[in-house]
C-alpha cells in the first residue's frame, strides 16, 4: 500500500509542546523538557500495561498506601518510572504521588522550579481484568522560582494556579489529552513510531450529552440532589423524555475521556459512606477539572468550581461532578433547591 500524504508530517507530542512554548514570551523551555518527560513516563507504562500479563507483572504488590488502598505490582511500576523520569528531567523540585505518604522534595543537582502531582495509575481494579487504565498530572510552578526555597506552601494552592495537567488512557489505544491553558489536545501513541501523534488538535465538549457515569451501587447513601440528577437522567426529563445511557467504566480516566469526547456527566459525590467523596483534590480532581473547563465544559464540588478549592492536605477528597456545560449547571441547581 501507499502511505496517505497528511501521514508523512505527523504532529507530534514534543512538536505540540514546542509550539505551545513558543507561545508563551520569555519562556525558556523547562515546562517543555518536563512535559517531555511525562511523555516519556506514560510510553513506558503504555508498554507495561500491554505486556503486564506476560511479565509477571499483574496482581498485588502485598502493600497499601497512605489511604489504606492494597497496592497493585503496576501503581508501583508506574510510580517509580514518573518518579524516575520526573527527577530526571532536572525540573521539579516536588512531586506529589497517590502511592506515596509524604511529599518528595528533589535535591540538587536535579532540582528545578516546577511541582508534578500525579496518579501514576488510575483505575488499578481493572488492570487484572484488561480494562482501560491511566495516568493523572496536575503542574504548579514553585511560589518563588530559583530560590531553592521550597514548602508544602507551593503545592497547597487551588486548581486555578495549575499551569498544566493532562492523562494518559491506556486503553484500546493510548491517548494523551493535554492542556497548558490555552484549550486541549488530544494525541494518539502511534505504536509504530513510539510516538504520541496529534488527533485530536482542539477538543470542545458539547454543552449536553446523554450519558451519565456514577456508582450505581452506593445509591443509597447519595444525597437528594444526585438522586434527583439520576432520576431525570432516567426519565429523559431534559432529552424530550428519552432516558439518558448509563456507562461507568471505574476507571476516571476512562470515563472522563468519554465525557470529553462524547459529552455527559461523570459523578463521584460525597455519600454517607465517604463523606468528603472518594477522588484526590490535587491529582485526580484539579487536572480532569482543568481539563474539563479548557475544554469548554465545566466541573463542581456540588457548590462551586471545582479548581477554586485549597487542599488541606496532600491526599485530600472531594466531591466532584464534571462534564457537559448543561449537566453540571442542573445539579447545581439541585444542589440549591434541595439544600
Ligand atoms: P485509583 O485506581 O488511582 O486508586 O483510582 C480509583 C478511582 C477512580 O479511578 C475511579 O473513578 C474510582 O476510584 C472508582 O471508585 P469505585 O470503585 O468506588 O466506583
Ligand atoms: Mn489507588
Ligand atoms: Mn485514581
Ligand atoms: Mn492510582
Known amino acids: 500500500g501507499t502511505v496517505a500524504l497528511e501521514e508523512t508530517d505527523p504532529l507530534t507530542l514534543s512538536a505540540w509542546i514546542l509550539t505551545q512554548q513558543h507561545k508563551s514570551a520569555g519562556a525558556r523551555g523547562r515546562l517543555t523538557?518536563?512535559?517531555?518527560?511525562?511523555?516519556?513516563?506514560?510510553k513506558f507504562v503504555s508498554s507495561a500495561v500491554r505486556r503486564a500479563g506476560l511479565a509477571g507483572m499483574m496482581g498485588m504488590a502485598?502493600?497499601?498506601?497512605?489511604?489504606?488502598?492494597?497496592?497493585?505490582?503496576?501503581d508501583l511500576v508506574a510510580n517509580e518510572v514518573f518518579k524516575n523520569s520526573l527527577r530526571r528531567s532536572g525540573q521539579c523540585c516536588i512531586l506529589i504521588t497517590e502511592e506515596e505518604d509524604e511529599p518528595i522534595f528533589i535535591e540538587e543537582p536535579h532540582r528545578g522550579d516546577y511541582i508534578v502531582v500525579f496518579d501514576p495509575l488510575d483505575g488499578s481494579s481493572n488492570i487484572d481484568c484488561g480494562v482501560?487504565?491511566?495516568?493523572?498530572?496536575?503542574?504548579?510552578k514553585a511560589k518563588n522560582p530559583g530560590s531553592g526555597n521550597y514548602s508544602l506552601e507551593d503545592v497547597m494552592r487551588p486548581g486555578t494556579e495549575m499551569v498544566a495537567a493532562?492523562?494518559?488512557?491506556?486503553?484500546?489505544?493510548?491517548?494523551?489529552?493535554?492542556?497548558?491553558?490555552?484549550?486541549?489536545?488530544?494525541?494518539?501513541?502511534?505504536p509504530t513510531l513510539g510516538e504520541f501523534v496529534i488527533t485530536h488538535p482542539?477538543?470542545?465538549?458539547?454543552?449536553?450529552?446523554?450519558?451519565?457515569s456514577i456508582n450505581e451501587g452506593n445509591a443509597v447513601n447519595w444525597d437528594e440532589a444526585t438522586k434527583k440528577?439520576?432520576?431525570?437522567?432516567?426519565?429523559?426529563?431534559?432529552?424530550?423524555?428519552?432516558?439518558?445511557?448509563?456507562?461507568?467504566?471505574?476507571?476516571?480516566v476512562a470515563d472522563v475521556h468519554r465525557t470529553l469526547l462524547y459529552g455527559g456527566i461523570f459523578m463521584y459525590p460525597a455519600d454517607k459512606k465517604s463523606p468528603k467523596g472518594k477522588l484526590r483534590v490535587l491529582y485526580e480532581c484539579f487536572p480532569m477539572a482543568m481539563l474539563m473547563e479548557q475544554a469548554g465544559g465545566k466541573s463542581t464540588t456540588g457548590t462551586a468550581s471545582s479548581l477554586g478549592m485549597v487542599p488541606d492536605s496532600i491526599h485530600a477528597r472531594a466531591p466532584i461532578y464534571l462534564g457537559s456545560r448543561e449537566?453540571?449547571?442542573?445539579?447545581e441547581q439541585l444542589k440549591k433547591e434541595c439544600g
Request: charged share 15%.
Open 229 to 252: 440528577y439520576v432520576e431525570e437522567c432516567k426519565a429523559g426529563t431534559f432529552n424530550n423524555g428519552k432516558p439518558y445511557s448509563l456507562r461507568y467504566v471505574g476507571s476516571m
Open 202 to 212: 482542539s477538543v470542545q465538549v458539547p454543552p449536553r450529552g446523554a450519558i451519565y
Open 327 to 331: 449537566e453540571v449547571e442542573r445539579i
Open 166 to 190: 493532562g492523562y494518559c488512557m491506556y486503553g484500546s489505544m493510548s491517548y494523551m489529552m493535554i492542556t497548558t491553558g490555552k484549550g486541549v489536545a488530544g494525541f494518539t501513541l502511534d
Open 33 to 42: 523538557v518536563l512535559l517531555n518527560a511525562i511523555g516519556v513516563g506514560c
Open 132 to 140: 482501560s487504565v491511566g495516568t493523572i498530572f496536575g503542574i504548579y
Open 62 to 74: 502485598g502493600s497499601s498506601n497512605v489511604q489504606g488502598e492494597d497496592q497493585k505490582k503496576l
